[in-house]
């Protein structure tokens, strides 16, 4: 098991809105393959003070760790059927997610955890939903402090007060970038630094690409550079899997690739989805054995 330990204030504002935040909304996604299992969660004193114990089914690594296994850097790509299964498993956890009305907004690989006990078939699945939300139509303000800076979307960073869940779609597809590079493909110090790496990838946007980017309220004028090849920045894709990334990296959110469609996108027909589903299935039922 994997224990998550929260002391509680109760004196002062109980139960933190966090916890409580995260404990509902992993009951609610608790019967997906793709989400990391709740099993139970354990109220209890330590040195006089009240403690909440969040058990988790246990998973050996996480996609960072995971990645940087054999070598760190482009000279150690992973294998491209890696890659494969890990996307799909990914968006099939996303795409759970958001069919029940759930943003994750900070999905990156340190939140994902596999199970690689079976080396050819790696388990991936979605954790860590300290910062997920319910969302509903039409979509509230949220607050735009969310996502590790590397996979926020520029939606966000530019300001935006209403968003919805294609700011997870573009962190899988920075994820995706990075599991086909072998490192972070925007790796900003700030948030302008970090929309200047994206705009000399994918070039600047106009009103053309993205209607109303320049009402955004952190909007400034930005150098203008153009779109650059993505074949060549990621020569270890096929065309099916160029083309998916540059569905999740566009710019309108109202036009981003949403998880069910990713999930349908010729990049996964090579890929043995049968033998991925029937090692999901067999650890759900040894998480729920446990």
Same mark, same amino acid.
């Given at each position: 098991? @994997?224990?998550?330990? !929260? ?11 966090? !916890?409580?935040? *995260? ?9 997906? #393959? &793709? ?6 969660? *354990?109220?209890? *004193?330590?040195? #006089? ?20 296994? #054999? ?25 759970? +997610?958001?069919?029940?009305?759930? +943003? =994750? ?28 939300? &319910? ?8 607050? &735009? ?51 200047? =790496? ?39 894709? #096929? ?19 949403? @998880? +069910?469609?990713?999930?349908? &996108? ?7 989805? @049968? ?14 054995? *446990?």
């Amino acid at each position: 098991m @994997a224990l998550k330990k !929260t002391r509680l204030e109760m004196e002062e504002e109980g139960v933190p809105s966090t !916890t409580l935040r *995260e404990i509902s909304i992993l009951q609610m996604l608790s019967e997906s #393959n &793709h989400i990391v299992q709740l099993l139970c969660v *354990e109220h209890l *004193e330590e040195n #006089n003070k009240p403690c909440l114990y969040l058990v988790f089914e246990y998973l050996t690594t996480d996609l960072k760790k995971y990645m940087d296994r #054999n070598g760190r850097g482009s000279s150690y790509p992973l294998d491209p059927s890696i890659v494969q299964i890990a996307m799909y498993q990914l968006l099939k956890g996303t795409a759970h +997610m958001h069919k029940l009305g759930v +943003m =994750h907004r900070d999905l990156k690989p340190q939140n994902l955890l596999v199970d690689d006990a079976n080396p050819a078939v790696p388990l991936v699945k979605v954790a860590d939903l300290g910062l997920g939300r &319910h969302y509903s139509v039409p979509i509230k303000a949220y607050t &735009h402090e969310i996502v590790t800076l590397w996979y926020r979307a520029p939606e966000v960073l530019l300001g935006a007060k209403h968003y919805a869940p294609a700011v997870d779609m573009w962190s899988v597809g920075c994820i995706f970038a990075e599991l086909a590079r072998k490192q972070a493909i925007f790796p900003g110090d700030s948030e302008l630094q970090q929309l200047l =790496h994206i705009f000399k990838l994918l070039g600047t946007p106009n009103e053309d690409v993205w209607e109303d980017v320049t009402k955004l309220q952190d909007w400034h004028e930005y150098p203008q550079w153009r779109p650059q090849d993505l074949s060549k920045v990621f020569p270890k894709l #096929n065309e099916q899997g160029i083309d998916l990334l540059q569905r999740m990296f566009e710019y309108d959110p109202a036009k981003r690739i949403t @998880a +069910m469609d990713a999930l349908q &996108h010729p990049y996964f027909d090579s890929m043995d989805k @049968a033998a991925v589903d029937a090692l999901e299935r067999e650890s759900m039922r040894t998480a729920h054995l *446990e």
